[in-house]
């Protein structure tokens, strides 16, 4: 018989120390807590409420600013940049479906056919963070530069004549087109996507797949309703993990695109740094924030998936 | 026709191969690009095209001005900024993972809210605190900014690596009369360690590559990201390819270097 290690208690200590003892402990998680809550509170939460008082503000750099509950700034703000705002949800949302329609494909393959090479393929989707994404968004004007093998081949497969036509490229040319803005998006945040499909997807018990075919269900019958239900987490948070940081993007647009690509990121960027209107650029941090608060809620409300924190 | 047909099958056999190998092409394409530029002697000042072949910026890395000093501002940063958010951040998580207390899911969501949000926001509002309160941009709001953007991914990786630590391990230990801090030093932690390390090397990964924070809180502080910006509007050295492609370098010879030695107690 194996003796428990409930035959062996400490020895109880005194009424007094004991209630000592537990005071200390219930307060273990306030200590650990305090430091990284008061950065957070102080570095986070007090500048997101600077930044709603500098939206309803109006003065001007030189008299500096007051807090007059203008609210028309944010009416204005829509106003004016509402194509800026469609466009951002638009770009993004196109670039998350793409990512999922891309990322998926090589998750399942890290996941369950790639052997002994598991480990090197995950490390070749890591590898190229490593690499500053500026510089690889860079490479993106080489390699889709005008005259380049990529657009002749394109252009030679009279892909550039259909996009042309439907408007995401402009006179056979990508760079600079909504394509071009596009294609970055989906590059630079597809490992986003691709990080949590496959750690949904390692999850599922191959026997899984077994069964299915046991019970004469074709590959693609297995995929639908087994692999597919299975790996919805990751298909949540994937998108989500894609389209959140797509939506206020501006570094794709500023370097693939032209001035009519410019995304609501853009917007932000130039209004606080360069036209130094302040009030405007909290007032559009604020709608944005509501849009991509919006949508998440109505998609998470939709996929039925409510354990994400 | 028979081969024909095998063909097909096995092509159809082999879908998500092709397409997973195709999709893996498209995310190394850059990086390819990137490595043979940084062998580019390029006309202009731009190298976005092929000219002819040097070594050139391999020999002179430091040939531009002030592009090694960014560089190593970076990468200052990102060690100051992995070390406050990798010690924040463990301290929540663990409070977060092993304690029931009241403030719980306020804290839990204070942590995820900056996680959950576009940087672009979070880098004009921390911009805004700063311009209110008159404190100067340069070294120390961007480690701010840093800091408070990387410890949200400590706490993620550190309290997915607690939560699901077997707590009759601890119980054991106490049982073995340990001391709390014991049980810490010589249990608790040792099983932690591999999600503070990669809390720790996320944070550092984050820092270093962070363009849009940076931008709206360093001032005329440049680091290494802000100078690629830069370069992208007045000309791109070449020696930038090469710091690139030695970073990507240096960080595969890190991993496989790192799965040998991880590889070796097993094996005896």
């Known amino acids: 018989m194996t003796t428990t290690a409930t035959d062996h208690p400490p020895a109880p200590p005194a009424d007094g120390a004991l209630h000592k003892a537990v005071l200390r402990r219930k307060r273990v998680p306030y200590w650990l807590l305090l430091p990284g809550v008061l950065w957070l509170l102080v570095f986070f939460a007090a500048p997101l409420v600077y930044q709603a008082s500098t939206s309803v503000q109006t003065g001007s750099l030189e ?9 028309a700034t944010y009416w204005n703000a829509l106003t004016e940049y509402y194509p800026q705002f469609l466009r951002s949800v638009a770009y993004s949302a196109t670039a998350t479906a793409l990512c999922l329609l891309l990322g998926y494909p090589l998750a399942y393959l890290i996941a369950f056919r790639a052997g002994r090479w598991r480990h090197v393929l995950m490390v070749l989707v890591i590898a190229p963070f490593f690499t500053s994404f500026l510089i690889r968004t860079l490479a993106w004007k080489t390699i889709l530069s005008d005259g380049g093998p990529v657009v002749r081949a394109l252009d030679a497969l009279h892909v550039l004549a259909v996009t042309d036509a439907l408007g995401v490229t402009e006179g056979h040319r990508v760079l600079a087109t909504p394509l071009a803005v596009v294609c970055g998006l989906t590059y630079n945040f597809l490992p986003f996507m691709i990080l949590p499909l496959y750690t949904s997807l390692e999850r599922i018990d191959s026997r899984l797949h077994e069964a299915a075919g046991d019970l004469y269900a074709r590959p693609l019958t297995t995929f639908r309703k087994v692999t597919l239900p299975l790996s919805m987490p990751g298909v949540v948070a994937g998108t989500l993990l894609t389209f959140i940081p797509a939506t206020g993007d501006y570094i794709n647009a500023e370097l693939l695109g032209s001035t009519d690509q410019k995304m609501i990121g853009n917007v932000i960027q130039s209004q606080f740094l360069r036209v ?31 354990e994400l924190v | 026709m028979a081969l024909l047909n095998r063909l097909a099958r096995g092509l159809r056999r082999n879908l998500v191969v092709i397409a997973g190998l195709a999709t893996l092409a498209f ?48 990468l200052w940063i ?34 995820f809210l900056p996680m959950a949000m576009p940087e672009v926001v979070m880098a004009a509002s921390l911009a805004t605190l ?30 997915a690596r607690v939560m ?23 249990v608790t932690l040792p099983i932690a360690a591999p999600g503070i390390v990669a809390g720790a090397l996320l944070s550092f990964a984050l820092s270093f590559d962070d363009f849009i924070i940076t931008n709206f809180n360093a001032g005329s502080t440049v680091t290494f990201p ?24 240096i960080a595969v010879l890190c991993v496989l270097v790192g799965q040998l030695v991880g590889r070796r107690p097993r094996r005896s």
Not at chain 1, 276 to 299: G, K
Not at chain 2, 82 to 110: D, N
Request: net charge positive; with cysteine; glycine share 6%.
């Open chain 2, 226 to 249: 802000m100078y690629v910006w830069g370069s992208a509007q007045r000309g791109t050295p070449v020696q930038i390819n090469v710091i690139g492609t030695a970073m990507f370098a």
């Open chain 2, 164 to 186: 699901s630590m077997d707590p009759r391990l601890e119980q054991a230990a106490q049982d073995l009369y340990a001391t709390p801090w014991q049980t810490f030093r010589k």
């Open chain 1, 63 to 71: 008299e500096g600013f007051k807090v007059t509950w203008h609210f």
């Open chain 2, 78 to 111: 990102a060690l100051w900024a992995t070390v406050g958010a990798t010690l924040l951040g463990t301290a929540i998580a663990f409070a977060l993972a092993r304690y029931r207390f009241r403030a719980r899911s306020s804290a839990g969501t204070l942590v």
């Open chain 2, 130 to 159: 700063f311009l209110n309160m008159g404190v100067s941009f340069g070294f120390w709001t961007i480690l701010i900014a840093h800091i408070t953007f990387c410890l949200s991914f400590v706490v993620t990786a550190v309290k």
């Open chain 2, 27 to 74: 995310l190394m394409l850059p990086n390819v690009v990137v490595t043979v530029f940084s062998f580019n002697k390029p006309n202009g000042r731009f190298n976005y095209q092929w000219q002819h072949f040097s070594t050139d910026a391999w020999t002179h890395p430091c040939g531009v001005a002030d592009l090694c000093g960014s560089l190593s501002l970076s």
């Open chain 1, 276 to 306: 130094l209107d302040y009030p405007t650029a909290a007032a559009l941090s604020f709608l944005l924030m509501a849009v991509i608060l919006a949508m998440v809620t109505v998609y998470i409300r939709k996929s039925g998936t409510e």
